[in-house]
């Protein structure tokens, strides 16, 4: 099933237009990079030619690329050649235009100089693509960020560069459009967004029966995929497990982290978070209203499925051998899960905020995040989840996650809270929740969940 990347396609549909030129695609393991291309390379009306690059010698890719060529028949026969410079330049004198696609181009470099590779290639772009368009495809995000950076042999040598995110929550509720919005959070909190992981769900089952039969289940493919495929071969050594074992279900400050981890306060925490943050691994968010304030940094790791896993699942190994999946759900994750995929929820209302303000449908808006608040008078800080940032004030958005629809009472006990704090004047108060409101009160924002998943039409 092919779902969402429409501004992905139309991206690489305009790269396809004209050859003479070189395309950058990157996104972590599973997220979708190979079937975006192999969909482009459809409609492309050009010759094409897909290889993967193999854990080997430049020798085995070379080849391995030769043979893929005389596979789709670009080449009469497997001829020898000395280098990828060689080969594209046999390619040039070609009467017929080619799209090519190097994937996993980061396996080129596993026992290679790095620096020879990209230059091999710089040479490639500059000088053997008169009538190629060629892909650079890749999951080791770290390795594929650093040609883009000024000093790599391949900075400035691509005509665009498609970084390929996970879906989004909007678009993951394809998969299962016959839920309720109360379960369509449910889903995509626990699950997120990656294809791989969306496809393997049963949309007629409930969300218990899916992680029981997917994430739970120690011979599930989703399993493997959470317990070793999310971790890069270039991580490992960065005691990365640890780090996301602490972060868990919530955002962690980095002193947090050091005293979960028990960690000497030497800075050396932050050399191992850098590489994680730079792999989109975990993410590093500050308050709107303390850019600048290191101190009040979380840290959170961007996954969802993740999220579930090292908060439910890594520590609790063995009791999931030995009590199956079923009792360990019922003993482990039940008791919590509301909690845990309400914490997810705020994050797909900031999206939701995200997506309207792309949509011009939040003028004036400065910027959409957590706001932090420590107020003298009442002695009390923390932080609001969904905030909005406007030159005249914050609107602060309480998310709800509840079974039933939220009522006056509730509504009113938030207010309450939000106006006791001085530090600050609040624009506007509202409120977001999964299943609506018994009832409304005038001067107070209201969004239900339905409201999440309507298609926006910029006007």
């Not at 430049?58 to 990828?84: C, T, Y």
């Not at 009442?378 to 509840?402: P, Q, R, S």
């Not at 009472?409 to 299943?435: D, L, M, N, P, T």
Request: neutral net charge; proline residues 3%.
């Amino acid at each position: 099933m092919f779902i969402g990347r429409e501004d992905e396609l139309h991206a690489l549909a305009e790269f396809f237009a004209s050859p003479n030129r070189a395309c950058m695609v990157y996104g972590k393991r599973k997220v979708g990079k190979t079937t975006l291309i192999k969909q482009a390379l459809t409609v492309c009306g050009k010759r094409t030619v897909y290889y993967e690059c193999v854990k080997g010698s430049l020798r085995e890719n070379i080849d391995g690329f030769v043979a893929e060529l005389v596979r789709e028949k670009i080449l009469p026969a497997p001829l020898i050649f000395e280098n990828f410079g060689d080969v594209f330049a046999y390619l040039n004198t070609l009467p017929f235009e080619i799209a090519a696609v190097i994937d996993e181009y980061p396996y080129l470099k596993a026992l290679e100089n790095a620096q020879k590779v990209d230059s091999v290639f710089q040479s490639v772009i500059d000088n053997r693509l008169k009538n190629i368009c060629l892909i650079l495809s890749g999951s080791h995000i770290g390795m594929m960020k650093e040609m883009f950076r000024e000093g790599n042999s391949l900075y400035g040598r691509f005509h665009s560069v498609i970084r390929l995110a996970e879906l989004s929550y909007q678009d993951c509720a394809a998969f299962y459009p016959k839920k309720t919005v109360y379960d369509k959070i449910a889903f995509y909190s626990v699950f997120g967004g990656s294809p791989y992981v969306n496809e393997m769900l049963d949309g007629k089952k409930d969300l218990r029966e899916n992680i029981i039969g997917t994430i739970l289940n120690t011979a599930s493919p989703l399993y493997l995929y959470a317990s070793h495929l999310l971790m890069s071969d270039f991580t490992s050594s960065l005691q990365a497990e640890r780090i996301f074992s602490v972060l868990g279900n919530s955002a962690k400050r980095y002193t947090e982290i050091e005293n979960r981890l028990g960690a000497e306060k030497t800075g050396s925490l932050n050399k191992q978070l850098k590489p994680l943050i730079e792999m989109e691994q975990v993410r590093r968010t500050l308050p709107i209203n303390r850019p600048h304030d290191d101190k009040k940094a979380a840290y959170e790791l961007n996954d969802n499925l993740m999220h579930f896993y090292y908060t439910y699942v890594y520590k609790q190994k063995s009791a999931l051998e030995m009590l199956g999946a079923a009792a360990f759900y019922d003993e482990y994750v039940a008791a919590t899960l509301t909690e845990f995929i309400s914490r997810r929820f705020e994050e797909i209302c900031r999206s939701y905020f995200s997506r309207l303000a792309k949509s011009g449908k939040l003028p004036g808006i400065r910027n959409i995040g957590r706001y932090y608040y420590d107020d003298p008078a009442t002695k009390t800080n923390g932080e609001f989840d969904v905030a909005l940032e406007y030159d005249d004030g914050c609107e602060i958005w309480e998310v709800k996650y509840l079974k039933a629809p939220m009522d006056l009472s509730a509504q009113h006990r938030e207010i309450g809270r939000i106006r006791a704090i001085r530090e600050f004047s609040v624009a506007k108060i509202g409120f977001i929740s999964a299943v609506g409101f018994a009832e409304k009160e005038d001067g107070i924002g209201y969004i239900d969940g339905s409201a999440l998943y309507e298609t926006l039409i910029r006007k």
